[in-house]
């Protein structure tokens, strides 16, 4: 399995991921009780939630991910982690105050996935998700094409804080203009962005 560079450490390597881990943090609202990260991984992000929110759940379906998560993070008293499938488990309906997702819905049924998220979102919750789309068409193509130079430039600056966990690889099916309608037809009022480094987000607030 792949590990942090020698200049990074377990809780501040940096990839194409973590790269977005700023988007997700500056959503959790203030004052947040409970916080579900869903395809946790190794747990960087939830241990970095866990200054943020009382308590901080992880949830992943790799055994092997669960097991690193919770040795990483041991020190954490407001964090932890299930190994389950997020479509399979009963996430009780309205339990969080806030909910994330980095790089994993593309592995799900992504309606069922944003509506499972939607749904134990509490009202004035806010809802992040991160990913990867297909490029459907030859703008999409292009568009993915000038991401490269960004790419080259981040890969350097951070070069002596490259790390991978090793989590699990999938092409995502979707188009980012699928994930885009699809996200505004069942979150109204989300905010859908394309971004460098072939990665999009949504970030969408509940209805009080």
Not at 182 to 188: C, G, H, K, S
Request: with cysteine; glycine share 8%; aromatic share 8%.
């Amino acid at each position: 399995m792949p590990r942090p560079g020698p200049r990074a450490t377990t809780d501040n390597y940096w990839n194409h991921n973590t790269h977005f881990h700023d988007v997700v943090l500056r959503s959790v609202p203030r004052g947040c009780g409970e916080a579900l990260d869903v395809g946790c991984g190794d747990g960087l992000l939830a241990r970095r939630l866990a200054s943020r929110a009382a308590h901080v759940t992880g949830i992943d379906r790799s055994p092997e991910m669960i097991e690193r998560a919770r040795t990483l993070s041991a020190k954490h008293g407001n964090v932890e982690f299930m190994e389950a499938d997020a479509l399979a488990c009963d996430l009780p309906a309205e339990g969080h105050d806030f909910v994330c997702s980095v790089t994993a819905i593309h592995h799900m049924d992504f309606t069922a996935a944003l509506t499972a998220m939607r749904e134990t979102l509490r009202p004035g919750g806010s809802l992040v998700v991160i990913s990867l789309a297909n490029s459907g068409t030859l703008g999409d193509r292009v568009y993915s094409l000038t991401c490269i130079p960004v790419h080259h430039y981040h890969r350097f600056r951070n070069r002596r804080r490259a790390g991978d966990p090793g989590a699990p690889i999938a092409w995502p099916d979707m188009t980012w203009s699928e994930v885009r309608e699809e996200a505004a037809r069942l979150l109204p009022g989300a905010r859908f962005r394309r971004h460098r480094l072939w990665r999009y987000s949504i970030v969408w607030r509940k209805p009080r």
